[in-house]
């Protein structure tokens, strides 16, 4: 078997018809799954994901697919598109935003989808107080997980940037730590635990945000950083590719780039990888 020299960690949030801000239609993600699935790719779990990082092999052309906030339409378009192809994701909840009530359908099933709004009709709603109509429910939650498709993650508890609401160093790392604990908390009750996989909102890190990270337990750090990731990589650096709203041959083209760490590099701009 072939062994990877770098895993592509792809980035998505919304998978809708709504146009708008990162966001790729439902045509389009079906192509992405078509289009991986015929070239042979694979997709990895989160703890594939981090063995990689650790040294261990993996096969080539293995990818981690990641979804940022936890949106209905991750439910309601993404999984069944996902679930055809045998593949699977990673969700980054904001713990604060999942509500309870009963699972709204899916594409694929009889019964009338649910709206899904774009972009920034969703930060409204989130933003008023109604998060339920966009956010992903907890029963929603439970039947992705026990299908194997989605598995849940860390993306704070209420997403809020402490760099630019605290006044100096000592408040941000006090008030990020009890976000992180709270998320850990909500996790933990819900399904069961929480793993070490955090992916920090609008992509903003520090050093400040790296240790209080690590000290919450978290060991495993996904930014908006475009570039490879190989073996004995950083783990608080992790690199994703932001997915953009073209068919399958754009997408296959940035992952042939990324699966070689010299063209990655060049690719991303230089950037230290």
């Known amino acids: 078997m072939k062994a990877a020299r770098s895993v592509p960690?792809?980035?998505?949030?919304?998978?809708?018809p709504s146009p708008g801000l990162v966001t790729t239609t439902p045509r389009n993600?079906?192509?992405?799954?078509?289009?991986?699935?015929a070239a042979g790719y694979r997709t990895l779990t989160a703890a594939q994901f981090?063995?990689?990082l650790g040294g261990e092999s993996a096969p080539d052309k293995s990818v981690l697919l990641t979804f940022d906030d936890g949106?209905?339409?991750?439910w309601v378009y993404a999984f069944p598109a996902l679930r055809e192809h045998g593949f699977s994701a990673v969700v980054f909840l904001v713990t604060d935003w999942v509500k309870d009530g009963p699972r709204r359908p899916h594409?694929?099933?009889?019964a009338a989808r649910p709206a899904t709004p774009d972009h920034n009709e969703c930060k409204r709603r989130v933003a008023d107080g109604r998060s339920d109509d966009v956010i992903l429910r907890w029963s929603e939650i439970d039947a992705a997980r026990a299908d194997g498709v989605f598995e849940f993650h860390s993306h704070t508890h209420t997403h809020t940037r402490w760099d630019k609401t605290c006044a100096d160093s000592t408040s941000k790392r006090e008030a990020l730590g009890g976000d992180?604990?709270?998320a850990r908390s909500v996790l933990t009750q819900r399904l069961g635990s929480c793993g070490d996989h955090l992916c920090w909102p609008q992509g903003y890190?520090?050093?400040?945000?790296?240790?209080?990270a690590n000290a919450s337990g978290f060991r495993y750090l996904h930014t908006i950083a475009p570039g490879a990731n190989r073996c004995h990589d950083d783990p608080a650096r992790i690199h994703r590719i932001v997915v953009k709203d073209k068919p399958a041959a754009w997408l296959l083209s940035?992952?042939?780039?990324?699966?070689?760490?010299?063209?990655?590099?060049?690719?991303a701009g230089g950037r230290a990888n």
């Open 107 to 110: 594409a694929g099933e009889s």
């Open 9 to 16: 960690v792809l980035m998505y949030h919304h998978v809708s």
């Open 180 to 182: 992180l604990q709270a």
């Open 29 to 37: 993600f079906a192509d992405h799954m078509r289009g991986l699935a």
């Open 71 to 74: 949106y209905l339409d991750n």
């Open 205 to 212: 890190f520090d050093d400040d945000y790296i240790a209080v």
């Open 50 to 52: 981090a063995a990689f």
């Open 254 to 267: 940035r992952l042939w780039i990324y699966r070689h760490p010299l063209l990655a590099h060049w690719y």
